[in-house]
């Protein structure tokens, strides 16, 4: 079957401007979380969401990133007056649930989207 | 804050070779302990998933073990093949809070297997 989404796979765009980073997950993944991966890094935590709701949005680096997710399915990450450190790969996962052992809880990935801001 | 951290940072062996990673983390409350491969310009891909009572996970030439009290993790790769060569990351999820669904990533390892 399909696995999870994201487009577009690269996005180059000048500071200060505005972006939407686009992710869908496996059909039926109630569970979605987003990273971002600098070159040479582990994916860092950004957001998780648990069916419509952001569960935690702890690792949002401020508050000119946001992420939607509004029929529980697909998610938008958004990003406003992007900046040159803001340049990375943003990768988004779904997962069937979040308990009940491997099949349930394995995060599956997207192949990401290539951010760079100029 | 929970820190993961694997060694060695870059690993290249020839082929056939038995291989460990390593990976280990700071905070001993974790709910399960995951290996992923990525290969480059891809996304990751689960390999072994352990539970926290749990000590080791086997899935064909690879098996994994967990001793949580000390916060350690290896990876085993046994008769590596060129098709091995990835980078290898040990990421934890945290047992209860806020947390829930999150992992914490290691910066990985890469690993290069030659003919």
């Known amino acids: 079957g399909a696995g999870v989404s994201q487009t577009p796979s690269n996005k180059v765009t000048e500071k200060g401007k505005y972006v939407e980073l686009r992710c869908d997950p496996i059909?039926?993944?109630?569970?979605l979380y987003w990273y971002r991966q600098s070159l040479g890094q582990g994916p860092e935590f950004l957001i998780y969401f648990q069916g419509t709701g952001a569960a935690d949005d702890s690792g949002l680096p401020n508050d000119r990133f946001f992420a939607v997710r509004p029929e529980g399915s697909v998610s938008t990450l958004k990003i406003q007056r992007t900046e040159r450190g803001d340049s990375a790969v943003y990768l988004c996962?779904?997962?069937?649930?979040?308990?009940?052992?491997?099949?349930?809880?394995?995060?599956?990935f997207g192949p990401g989207t290539r951010l760079l801001v100029l | 804050k929970q820190e993961v951290t694997q060694i060695p940072a870059a690993l290249s062996v020839p082929e056939g070779e038995n291989l460990v990673l390593n990976c280990s983390f700071t905070?001993?409350?974790?709910?399960?302990l995951q290996w992923f491969r990525q290969d480059p310009g891809k996304g990751l891909t689960s390999l072994l998933l352990i539970q926290s009572s749990q000590r080791e996970q086997t899935s064909g030439r690879l098996n994994a073990s967990l001793d949580k009290s000390s916060g350690r993790s290896t990876l085993y790769i046994a008769a590596s093949q060129p098709g091995d060569s990835a980078t290898y990351l040990c990421a934890v999820r945290q047992a209860g809070g806020t947390s829930y669904g999150k992992l914490t990533f290691g910066q990985g390892t890469i690993l290069t297997v030659h003919p």
């Open positions: 059909s039926g993944h109630t569970a």
């Open positions: 905070d001993s409350a974790i709910y399960n």
């Open positions: 996962a779904s997962s069937l649930t979040t308990s009940g052992g491997f099949r349930q809880e394995t995060q599956y």
